[in-house]
């Protein structure tokens, strides 16, 4: 239950962005470590100005007392939402000039759908099944906006990136080809081998997470692997290789291994990320698929994170989402319990300081 302290006529609207708001809780997880007891945020200008457990309401602040949690706005990595049918380009292997934003349609539903799950940023892809499709691009799903425009080089080291009649024709032909281009270092690949440009690198079985984690180790790459399923015995090689991993979505019907992967690759000391994959997932099957590996023993500290900061983070977008910290773009959602529990509600939605969903809008 909400209940709102001074000029209840903003119930009726967004909050302008030159109010002061306070958002006490029973539980604030600011994106990382144990949630907090009784924390609050102070939010100004759009902008968090204050967040902690001793915070005190500056004199005319609008108070907001929710009894229940405050998290970071959810943190969809790796979706296909809001695009057009230029998704990949098929003429050559390598395309990293390629941009997905191009094909981005603002009015499309799936924002609003992910938005009503409280998931306020994503990161668009370009459609995987061949060595480099462009890059990715992170989109705050309110308005929407663009929030960075080429946000990771996406490579594919599975089967999928494999052709019978052109190059390259095995994992090894299309371990050389990316190999040469991150040597060359010329344009997006020279970036990405200078550490300024994150990857995600698509590896879909045991012998191309091998080969993505080498050629990250060889090249200094930061970024992420797209896909955990095959991890479980390869934890050691994934973690030297300096990456982070998105992890496949984890469904109702998900075996152990899936459940089993995830959670040795926490303990191993790789940084996960849940992967959303929509359209062809619900937003809400982010929350299912956590609950499910906390269940299967994924501390749930570090679920919430996968939600939030760690999949910002590992994504290169860990200046921009995933954590209430002073600075950052009040964006974060109201749960009427944690978001861990399937049976707690979302309740609003904010984003730059704006109710944009839930609350007096419904």
């Avoid at 006490?24 to 990382?32: E, N, T």
């Avoid at 030297?240 to 926490?266: E, F, K, W």
């Avoid at 509600?345 to 609350?359: A, I, M, P, Q, S």
Wanted: charged share 20%; glycine share 12%.
């Amino acid at each position: 239950m909400i209940q709102m302290l001074h000029l209840a006529l903003l119930l009726a609207a967004p909050v302008a962005s030159s109010d002061v708001v306070v958002v006490r809780a029973d539980h604030l997880f600011l994106g990382h470590g144990d949630p907090i007891e009784n924390g609050a945020l102070i939010v100004t200008d759009g902008k968090i100005t204050a967040a902690g457990a001793a915070v005190k309401a500056p004199e005319g602040a609008v108070v907001i007392e929710h009894e229940g949690w405050v998290t970071p706005g959810l943190f969809g990595a790796f979706t296909m939402d809001a695009i057009g049918n230029e998704r990949r380009d098929n003429t050559r292997p390598l395309m990293p000039e390629a941009r997905i934003v191009h094909s981005l349609r603002p009015h499309a539903a799936a924002l609003t759908r992910n938005l009503h799950a409280g998931v306020t940023t994503i990161t668009i892809n370009p459609d995987t099944g061949r060595p480099c499709t462009g890059a990715s691009a992170l989109v705050k799903t309110s308005g929407p906006a663009v929030v960075d425009p080429e946000l990771q080089l996406c490579l594919d080291m599975s089967y999928g990136a494999v052709k019978s009649d052109e190059h390259p024709t095995s994992l090894a032909s299309l371990h050389e080809l990316l190999d040469g281009a991150l040597t060359d270092g010329e344009g997006p690949f020279g970036r990405a081998a200078a550490g300024k440009l994150p990857v995600i690198i698509r590896a879909r079985d045991r012998q191309s997470v091998r080969r993505a984690a080498a050629l990250a180790k060889d090249h200094g790459l930061r970024g992420a692997l797209f896909g955990s399923f095959w991890t479980e015995e390869l934890v050691e090689e994934v973690a030297g290789s300096g990456l982070g991993v998105i992890c496949d979505p984890v469904g109702v019907a998900a075996n152990h291994r899936a459940l089993r992967s995830i959670t040795a690759l926490s303990e191993g000391g790789v940084k996960v990320g849940f992967g959303l994959v929509t359209p062809a997932n619900s937003p809400e099957s982010m929350r299912v698929g956590a609950a499910m590996c906390v269940r299967a023993g994924l501390d749930p500290n570090v679920a919430l994170a996968a939600m939030t900061s760690t999949a910002a983070e590992i994504s290169g977008a860990g200046d921009h989402a995933g954590v209430l910290a002073v600075g950052r773009d009040a964006d974060f959602v109201l749960w009427s319990g944690s978001p861990l529990e399937l049976s707690s509600r979302l309740e609003e939605v904010w984003v730059d300081g704006h109710r944009v969903h839930g609350g007096d809008e419904e």
